[in-house]
């Protein structure tokens, strides 16, 4: 490929300027191997470009296809969404009515067992009262009865007591009447003793 650079002239004009014609020919040279060189580069870079041109265009062409298949599959699933959506809201509605449904069914049986509850309630009441009541009765007649039986117990002690005082009397009686007897007995003793001491002395006054 001719470039639009004259050689000759640059090297007449190198020469011109005082370079010697070997250094003059071999700048013309490598500017012109230069120029070709970048000149490839900027073919290359074209060829690039174009190349990376038709490739974006067809990664948008794939792109787009890609979106609009996106949006088929975008549009099918939203409509599965809503038919899933609509089937799941009867699905909750149906739910909805049978817990309502069992709930007032609870609600009812919780109310009759409540029912029951209370009038077992109050039928074991009557019970507890009518049994306290009877045992009200019971202990106040086994009341009684005890105190009917520590009143005979302490008449009993009573009359056991004053036997035993008039006992205790008897003997009191009997003890002084028992010592007066014993100290009329040692008055008698003692005079006697008395009577003989006398004697004694007598008859020993006599020997004397």
Known sequence: MSLRFDSLAYTKKLKAAGVPEAQAEIQAETL???MEDRLATKLELEHVRADLKRDIESSRADVKQNIKELDVKSESLQL???????????????????LKRD????DIKVETVRSELRRDIKELDTKVEVQFKEMDTKFEVRFKEIDAKIEVRFKEVE??????????ELVQSNLKRDLKELEQRMVIKLGSLMFVAVGAMAALVKLL
């Open 32 to 34: 012109v191997e230069w």
């Open 80 to 98: 599965n969404l809503k038919r899933d959506i609509k089937e799941l809201d009867v699905k909750i509605e149906s739910i909805r009515s049978e």
């Open 103 to 106: 709930i007032k069914e609870l």
């Open 159 to 168: 009359v056991r007591f004053k036997e035993l005082d008039a006992k205790i």
